[in-house]
T-cell receptor, first 112, second 108 residues
Framework: DVKVTQSSRYLVKRTGEKVFLECVQD?????MFWYRQDPGLGLRLIYF???????EKGDIPEGYSVSREKKERFSLILESASTNQTSMYLC???????????FGQGTRLTVV | KNEVEQSPQNLTAQEGEFITINCSYS?????LHWLQQHPGGGIVSLFM???GKKKHGRLIATINIQEKHSSLHITASHPRDSAVYIC??????????FGTGTSLTVIP
């Protein structure tokens, strides 16, 4: 059973904290993605990576950074969390766009 | 400007009803994905299709490439079908445009 696993389902962090969201996939996929999902806005791409140590900005990269040191792991970093980063964060991986994308269960982050 | 438009945004149905969710897109594509998101967040892929029709249980997805339109149908709907359904199309080789989703509630 293929799997994309996010490290936390729910997180509560304080404004200004550095926050790490971890994502691991076991399908040997080249592509990995971080999205945030907000009511009425749908899924918006923050960053994606198509290979180890490679990263590309998505539509809303401001306030975020990523790290991909190993093929199976893609981390999203909030350098200094702010309340407007309260959201649902979803990680996904794929072998390519024409094939399926597989999603993690999501992390609901609340910044207080 | 949204490259992927879904309708309706919200849908409430009685158990047993036939349901249709629509997706229109403005970009050229090689395939279109239908995704399902249950309360709690996790997203699963229902279908990937590039032409014609696919069926899985009570779910049917169709696509008309010329008209740039796809539909997701649910026959004999059930409360466990309550979820958000999202249409997605790929672009630039490995990214996706997503619709904003259709929130379906099926009442017993």
């Amino acid at each position: 059973d293929v799997k994309v696993t996010q490290s936390s389902r729910y997180l509560v962090k304080r404004t200004g904290e550095k926050v790490f969201l971890e994502c691991v996939q076991d399908m040997d996929h080249e592509n990995m993605f971080w999205y945030r999902q907000d009511p009425g806005l749908g899924l918006r791409l923050i960053y994606f990576s198509y290979d180890v140590k490679m990263k590309e900005k998505g539509d809303i990269p401001e306030g975020y950074s990523v790290s991909r040191e190993k093929k199976e792991r893609f981390s999203l970093i909030l350098e200094s969390a702010s309340t407007n980063q309260t959201s649902m964060y979803l990680c996904a991986s794929s072998h390519g766009a024409v094939t399926e994308a597989f999603f993690g269960q999501g992390t609901r982050l609340t910044v207080v | 400007k949204n490259e992927v438009e879904q309708s309706p945004q919200n849908l409430t149905a009685q158990e047993g009803e036939f349901i249709t969710i629509n997706c229109s897109y403005s970009v050229g594509i090689s395939a279109l994905h239908w995704l399902q998101q249950h309360p709690g967040g996790g997203i699963v892929s229902l279908f990937m299709l590039s032409s014609g029709k696919k069926k899985h249980g009570r779910l049917i997805a169709t696509i008309n490439i010329q008209e740039k339109h796809s539909s997701l149908h649910i026959t004999a709907s059930h409360p466990r079908d309550s979820a958000v359904y999202i249409c997605a199309v790929p672009y630039t080789g490995n990214q996706f445009y997503f619709g904003t989703g259709t929130s379906l509630t099926v009442i017993p």
